[in-house]
């Protein structure tokens, strides 16, 4: 077993957030730093710029960080559901051309059923639906849907209007209709704004329709099928 130790005793304490009606999770404990899913035996993915090779051996990849009950999570996680990052099989970070993602080999095998099924050929249509799942400013396991594909121009990443905090990044983001992984959660609007008055921050909030917010961006799994597929040939 592998006791998890949060780095404070709240989301709220962890970000000096208001206490308001509208701020959700504010007891739970703070833990992530990014969020990672599986797709392969030993193979999982994230965004770049959550990890490099300084960094690998600072980080493990966790199953199971989410809550037993309704106002309890668990800290105290297997020992089968930790895993080591080994070496990075591929990454890339780029501000110019805004790749982003990272495929990372772990030191056992993971189990099938962990193991994310992601689009492997074509694009994701316009206009499709989604959902996240992830680590949102590093709380306990999280799901979000009721969003969709805003924008998909871009050859590299596409648009939503997924509810995420930037724990998130390296969340799997799901094709709504398949349940295919469509792309690595990477980028997004500020998550918060100082209230002054109060000292403390609040959410920003965005509308469904986007509005004045810029959207949150998902690296499309086209970015790393050459990886993959270099990995099958071997």
């Known amino acids: 077993y592998y006791e998890i130790i949060p780095e404070s005793k709240s989301l709220q304490e962890a970000l000096d957030l208001c206490i308001t009606n509208k701020e959700k999770f504010l007891n739970e404990p703070v833990v992530?730093?990014?969020?990672?899913?599986?797709?392969?035996?030993?193979?999982?993915?994230?965004?770049?710029?959550?990890?490099?090779?300084n960094t690998l051996k600072d980080f493990f990849f966790?199953?199971?960080?989410?809550?037993?009950?309704?106002?309890?999570?668990?800290?105290?996680?297997?020992?089968e559901n930790?895993?080591?990052?080994?070496?990075?099989?591929?990454?890339?970070?780029?501000?110019?051309?805004?790749?982003?993602y990272a495929i990372i080999n772990v030191n056992k095998p993971i189990p099938s059923d962990r193991i994310a099924q992601f689009r492997e050929?074509?694009?994701?249509?316009?206009?499709?639906?989604?959902?996240?799942?992830?680590?949102?400013?590093?709380?306990?396991?999280?799901?979000?849907?009721?969003?969709?594909?805003?924008?998909?121009?871009?050859?590299?990443?596409?648009?939503s209007n997924l509810d995420t905090y930037s724990g998130n990044s390296g969340s799997p983001v799901f094709n709504g209709e398949t349940d295919e992984v469509e792309g690595i959660l990477v980028r997004g609007n500020d998550d918060?704004?100082?209230?002054?008055?109060?000292?403390?921050?609040?959410?920003?909030?965005?509308?469904?329709s986007i509005g004045n917010c810029d959207g949150e961006d998902?690296?499309?799994?086209?970015?790393?099928?050459?990886?993959?597929?270099?990995i099958?040939?071997?």
Do not use: M
Request: aromatic share 10%; glycine share 6%.
């Open 121 to 159: 050929t074509g694009s994701i249509k316009n206009n499709q639906t989604l959902y996240v799942i992830g680590h949102p400013s590093g709380l306990p396991l999280k799901f979000a849907d009721d969003a969709k594909v805003f924008a998909n121009t871009e050859p590299n990443y596409f648009i």
């Open 232 to 234: 099958k040939n071997r």
């Open 218 to 230: 998902v690296s499309r799994t086209s970015q790393f099928w050459h990886l993959i597929n270099l």
């Open 82 to 100: 930790v895993f080591e990052l080994v070496k990075i099989i591929g990454r890339e970070y780029n501000e110019n051309n805004k790749n982003d």
């Open 192 to 208: 918060y704004k100082i209230i002054q008055l109060k000292s403390c921050k609040v959410s920003i909030y965005c509308k469904q």
């Open 62 to 79: 966790v199953f199971g960080f989410l809550l037993s009950t309704k106002n309890k999570p668990e800290l105290i996680i297997k020992s």
């Open 32 to 53: 992530a730093e990014c969020t990672g899913f599986a797709i392969g035996t030993q193979i999982i993915a994230t965004a770049g710029h959550c990890i490099d090779k």
